[in-house]
């Protein structure tokens, strides 16, 4: 389980793979992110590094944000999916009991 932001998420993940692991990746999303509502302006903050990126946009600034997350997650699934690694997305905002007794047994993780 993890936001796979980090480099050694994926590589992890691979190594495992590559040495004939089953596994399954969840994926957690934060529904602010994936939807972003950009103001004209705004300052981004890695809350695990601490660096800041300041961003001028607006509409075409979501636009952009939300194909380029789009493309992170295909590329994600991607990665799972070559390494014989099943993928789920879930939400941030799910209580726990939802993901665990619903979303885990729709990809046949629970019995």
Request: charged share 25%; glycine share 6%.
């Amino acid at each position: 389980m993890s936001d796979l932001l980090s480099e050694d998420a994926t590589k992890a993940v691979g190594l495992l793979a590559e040495r004939g692991h089953e596994l399954s990746v969840i994926h957690v999303l934060d529904s602010n992110f994936m939807q972003p509502n950009f103001a004209e302006e705004v300052e981004l903050v890695d809350v695990e590094g601490g660096a800041n990126l300041e961003l001028f946009g607006g509409p075409g600034l979501n636009a952009s944000f939300k194909d380029t997350v789009a493309e992170w997650i295909n590329e994600m699934q991607t990665f799972c999916s070559r390494r014989n690694v099943r993928y789920i997305t879930i939400d941030s905002v799910w209580p726990l009991e939802d993901v665990l007794l619903r979303r885990l047994r729709v990809h046949r993780l629970l019995a």
